[in-house]
């Protein structure tokens, strides 16, 4: 599992993870990844596209990183899953209480708005 | 003819995991197994063996855990073996689906997912004090 940061445009950080969100890439990314986005506080673009496979334990980490920058009044949007990881967005209802869209373009509308 | 089984022994440690996910996926490589029955077959194996080395621990031991591998011609079943903490899965609710984020449980998707991608779950204590876990899931 990898993080490859994008820029930060208008406050908004663009950035995509790569690889498998299974118990061991949660393992590795989950604490790289919350020391990236939640102490700056700023509103994130998740692009997931390159994501193969995710599980519960990267259900609890998206939301629990999404209720950090929650309190600090930003955004968390997901995108780009691929159809199974999506299945899974939509199994556990985790599309109902974090923004999950289908491309860049429609997630910036959701964080711009 | 009697069915083909192929059977991934290992501790029950974050190491363990690691090394017996990589020869589930090895086996589903041998097998040919693509698409939806790929991944519910590997997010079984991720669910059930996740809550073995999280819970299963008993008196500071690791569990040792043995899962079997059967393909079928409609199916890939998974039989799960363990000596750890008894857990009978079947009878755990779902997490309730919460309305906002500030309300979401953390917890509690793994065995959610793990009904939604079988078809069948039994489970049976052994006689040599075992939990056994069956967990069919359907190829098409």
């Known amino acids: ?113 | 003819m009697s069915a083909r089984r192929i059977g991934i022994r290992f501790p029950g440690t974050h190491a363990g995991f690691a090394q017996g996910f990589a020869r589930l996926r090895e086996a589903l490589d041998a097998e040919r197994l693509a698409g939806t029955a790929r991944y519910n077959a590997e997010l079984v194996f991720e669910e059930i063996v996740a809550n073995i080395v999280s819970h299963g621990a008993r008196n500071g031991r690791e569990a040792d855990v043995c899962v079997t591998l059967e393909p079928r011609a409609d199916s890939i079943v998974l039989i799960f073996s363990d000596d750890g903490v008894p857990f009978d899965p079947r009878g755990r609710p779902d997490p309730v689906i919460p309305k906002t984020l500030a309300e979401a449980k953390i917890g509690g998707f793994g065995l959610m997912l793990v009904r939604h991608a079988a078809s069948s779950l039994d489970y049976v204590r052994t006689a040599d004090d075992r939990n056994r876990l069956t967990v069919i899931v359907p190829r098409g």
């Open chain 1, 1 to 113: 599992m990898q993080l490859q940061l994008g820029n930060e445009v208008d406050g908004v950080l663009n950035l995509s993870l790569v690889g498998r969100l299974d118990t061991p890439g949660v393992d590795h990314i989950e604490t790289p990844l919350t020391a990236h986005l939640v102490p700056r506080g700023a509103s994130v673009m998740i692009d997931l596209s390159q994501v193969t496979f995710i599980g519960s334990g990267g259900i609890r980490m998206f939301i629990t990183i999404a209720r950090a920058l929650g309190r600090k009044g930003s955004k968390m949007v997901l995108y780009g899953a691929q159809p199974l990881v999506a299945q899974v967005f939509e199994t556990t209802s985790l599309n109902q209480i974090v923004p999950v869209r289908s491309d860049a373009t429609a997630a910036a509308a959701v964080v711009h708005s």
